[in-house]
């Protein structure tokens, strides 16, 4: 107290004691314990500790320069910061009260209603009043959405541009800009991570699955074992992450449409002497009278009716060759090292 005395008689180049040479004086002054620690407070175990718990009363009480008199925190002065820099980002995280019944659209509404002329002159006259004017800010910037915020940090720059010796106090701005600051970095900290962005950075082995014997190989394991291997100025370190290419279903042989439909002659039908002998198959609709069902007993072919039953996405069983395993390997692998070279 006694060097804080002697600052503010001796006019000392300070936000605190120049507060007091201007709005406020000494006979001002007040005190309010917080804090009480046991000893002569000379021991330097006890120094350590109380300059610990004023960097944390200053951050709980949110004093920081512009949001209060103290420019040191942290062991930096923050009158001096850069423009880069957020001084409510060292601020502990203040209890908020959660609403179960606040939903999305009356944030919405709340941002659709916000005028920034009309919360300026609030801000105004609260300041010429001492009435709490940093909690309002704070109170009505932090409902606000990111578009809007974006929009008052773009509108605070023009006005402070085009006349700098407006009403306003310079300590407006500064709280101002610094509020919406920090709530726009927190929305960029809360953003979800882009999986599309996340599935493009990644690095694909495509392989051909000719027959059983790719999946014995287990080739994600061998690139898993292998990965220190990548070299380490790669960019991508990541194993590669495998795909199988499958061979084809029966669907594509056995739904031939196109096919059937080309080789019909309709013109055939036309002829007075054409006939057909539907009515004599036990498969033929009583309605018109010509063979339609989906009976695959009409199928003759034990062999291919028993084909036709696993459905058209089967795919009919191969025998392992090894040749072809090693040959669809090779061409995985050329085809991702050159893929891979091309993101580096």
């Given at each position: 107290?006694?060097?804080?005395?002697?600052?503010?008689?001796?006019?000392?180049?300070?936000?605190?004691?120049?507060?007091?040479?201007?709005?406020?004086?000494?006979?001002?002054?007040?005190?309010?314990?917080?804090?009480a620690?046991?000893?002569?407070?000379?021991?330097?175990?006890?120094?350590?500790?109380?300059?610990?718990?004023?960097?944390?009363?200053?951050?709980?009480?949110?004093?920081?320069?512009?949001?209060?008199?103290?420019?040191?925190?942290?062991?930096?002065?923050?009158k001096?910061?850069?423009?880069?820099?957020?001084?409510?980002?060292?601020?502990?995280?203040?209890?908020?009260?959660?609403?179960k019944?606040?939903?999305?659209?009356?944030?919405?509404?709340?941002?659709?209603a916000?005028?920034?002329?009309?919360?300026?002159?609030?801000?105004?006259?609260?300041?010429?009043?001492?009435?709490?004017?940093?909690?309002?800010?704070?109170?009505?910037?932090?409902?606000?959405?990111?578009?809007?915020?974006?929009?008052?940090?773009?509108?605070?720059?023009?006005?402070?541009?085009?006349d700098?010796?407006?009403?306003?106090?310079?300590?407006?701005?500064?709280?101002?800009?610094?509020?919406?600051?920090?709530?726009?970095?927190?929305?960029s900290?809360?953003r979800?991570?882009?999986?599309?962005?996340?599935?493009?950075?990644?690095?694909?082995?495509?392989?051909?699955?000719?027959?059983?014997?790719?999946?014995?190989?287990?080739?994600?394991?061998?690139?898993?074992?292998?990965?220190?291997k990548?070299?380490?100025?790669?960019?991508?370190?990541?194993?590669?992450?495998?795909?199988?290419?499958?061979?084809?279903?029966?669907?594509?042989?056995?739904?031939?449409?196109?096919?059937?439909?080309?080789?019909?002659?309709?013109?055939?039908?036309?002829?007075?002497?054409?006939s057909?002998?539907?009515?004599?198959?036990?498969?033929?609709?009583?309605?018109?009278?010509?063979?339609?069902?989906?009976?695959?007993?009409i199928?003759?072919?034990?062999?291919?009716?028993?084909?036709?039953?696993?459905?058209?996405?089967?795919?009919?069983?191969?025998?392992?060759?090894?040749?072809?395993?090693?040959?669809e390997?090779k061409?995985?692998?050329e085809?991702?090292?050159?893929?891979?070279?091309?993101?580096?």
């Open positions: 107290m006694n060097g804080h005395r002697s600052g503010i008689k001796s006019k000392v180049d300070n936000i605190l004691y120049n507060h007091f040479q201007g709005p406020c004086s000494l006979e001002d002054i007040s005190v309010q314990p917080i804090e620690f046991r000893g002569d407070g000379h021991k330097e175990t006890i120094i350590k500790q109380r300059k610990f718990r004023e960097n944390f009363w200053i951050k709980e009480l949110r004093t920081t320069y512009p949001y209060g008199l103290n420019d040191k925190c942290n062991g930096r002065i923050w001096n910061k850069n423009k880069e820099d957020i001084t409510a980002s060292i601020f502990n995280p203040a209890k908020c009260i959660i609403r019944n606040r939903t999305r659209n009356s944030k919405h509404a709340w941002s659709q916000f005028s920034f002329e009309n919360f300026l002159a609030n801000v105004l006259d609260k300041y010429n009043t001492h009435d709490s004017w940093i909690f309002f800010c704070r109170k009505n910037l932090c409902c606000l959405s990111k578009k809007v915020l974006k929009s008052i940090s773009i509108l605070l720059d023009e006005k402070i541009w085009e700098p010796d407006e009403n306003f106090p310079q300590i407006i701005f500064e709280v101002i800009q610094d509020i919406v600051k920090e709530k726009l970095q927190r929305f900290l809360n979800k991570p882009d999986s599309k962005q996340n599935f493009n950075r990644k690095v694909f082995a495509k392989i051909y699955f000719c027959n059983k014997g790719i999946e014995l190989v287990q080739f994600s394991r061998l690139l898993r074992r292998f990965h220190n990548i070299p380490e100025d790669f960019k991508y370190k990541e194993p590669p992450t495998v795909i199988y290419t499958r061979s084809p279903t029966i669907g594509r042989k056995i739904f031939n449409y196109k096919q059937t439909i080309e080789s019909i002659k309709t013109s055939d039908w036309k002829s007075e002497m054409f057909c002998n539907c009515k004599d198959s036990k498969f033929v609709d009583n309605h018109h009278k010509h063979v339609i069902t989906g009976d695959l007993r199928i003759a072919n034990k062999k291919l009716r028993n084909l036709l039953l696993k459905g058209p996405t089967y795919r009919e069983p191969v025998d392992i060759n090894w040749n072809k395993v090693l040959k390997f061409k995985g692998i085809e991702c090292q050159i893929k891979w070279t091309q993101r580096k």
